[in-house]
């Protein structure tokens, strides 16, 4: 074979390998590129910004960015590191402005290597989730703090607005007079009976039912439960401390008081409004965490 043949075909490979949609990370996580960027790499100490949307195999949709304002990012570590790092962190080091990319992997996968925990217990284990993304841009730190305070307040404004404007009419539509707080969430106080009320730093044993105020859907409910006041969303801060021990009420907490635009993966989507039955059972000075009492 002469010198011009192997030229040949050392260049049909590159060419093959540089249109090749599936990819693959040094620890074998595989992706595939849907579309190209501006193939410039990001360097040590830079922002990856980017988009995503994570849907599981049932096309239910977790979380998304595409549609909020407000991108994901992630900061680019030194390549030593490298060997260490999730299949994720290796892939955001590929990618380029304008790349757009997806992968698939088991949901006890993503919790395990993506998210650092376990599968929680109301997610099917048996699925697999798909996480697709494209790369806004690649910026300096200092760059991308500056653009994500200006996004953030404008996206919480907005959000918040229109949070107001729905519990309103949710209310208005269902013929409920509701109290208001300063903070935004609204409430009815259904009995008083004067029992102790807690501070933030009691323990409170509660029974309680949350739903999505948007589709009126049960996501969770518990008969008896105790935890430390200082550990649950922030609505739960605020509400919580309106009860004596035997009063129950109803609080309707808008998304900036709840999970925010972050959601939680599997349970509550991002930016929701949500409605919680309460009864307070109980409030005591300590959390045993061994027993999850209060004592």
Not at 70 to 83: V, W
Not at 120 to 134: F, G, Q, R
Not at 206 to 215: A, D, E, H, N, Q
Not at 235 to 262: H, R
């Amino acid at each position: 074979m002469n010198k011009s043949i192997y030229a040949l075909a050392a260049l049909l490979v590159l060419l093959t390998a540089c249109g090749k949609k599936e990819k693959e990370t040094p620890n074998g996580m595989k992706y595939t590129v849907i579309e190209a960027g501006d193939g410039v790499l990001p360097k040590k100490d830079q922002v990856l910004v980017f988009d995503y949307q994570l849907k599981d195999s049932k096309d239910s949709v977790w979380g998304e960015t595409f549609k909020e304002g407000i991108p994901a990012a992630t900061k680019i570590e030194d390549s030593t590191k490298i060997a260490n790092e999730d299949g994720m962190s290796q892939m955001f080091r590929a990618l380029s402005k304008g790349d757009s990319v997806k992968t698939t992997m088991p949901v006890k996968d993503f919790f395990n290597k993506v998210v650092g925990a376990a599968v929680p217990p109301h997610v099917d284990s048996t699925l697999s989730v798909t996480y697709t993304l494209k790369v806004r841009d690649v910026m300096s730190v200092e760059d991308y703090m500056k653009a994500r305070e200006q996004q953030l307040k404008n996206r919480e404004l907005r959000i918040f607005s229109q949070d107001t404007k729905d519990i309103s009419k949710y209310l208005s539509d269902n013929a409920i007079e509701a109290r208001t707080d300063t903070s935004g969430l609204q409430y009815i106080i259904h009995t008083e009976k004067g029992g102790k009320k807690p501070a933030l730093d009691d323990c409170v044993e509660v029974s309680y039912r949350g739903k999505f105020l948007k589709t009126g859907e049960e996501f969770d409910k518990n008969e008896r439960i105790a935890f430390p006041l200082s550990g649950v969303i922030a609505g739960w801060k605020l509400a919580i401390p309106m009860l004596g021990v035997g009063d129950s009420a109803t609080f309707y907490i808008p998304s900036k008081l709840a999970y925010g635009p972050q959601g939680y993966p599997g349970a509550i989507p991002p930016d929701a409004i949500l409605i919680f039955d309460v009864k307070l059972l109980r409030v005591s000075d300590q959390f045993d965490a061994s027993t999850r009492t209060c004592k």
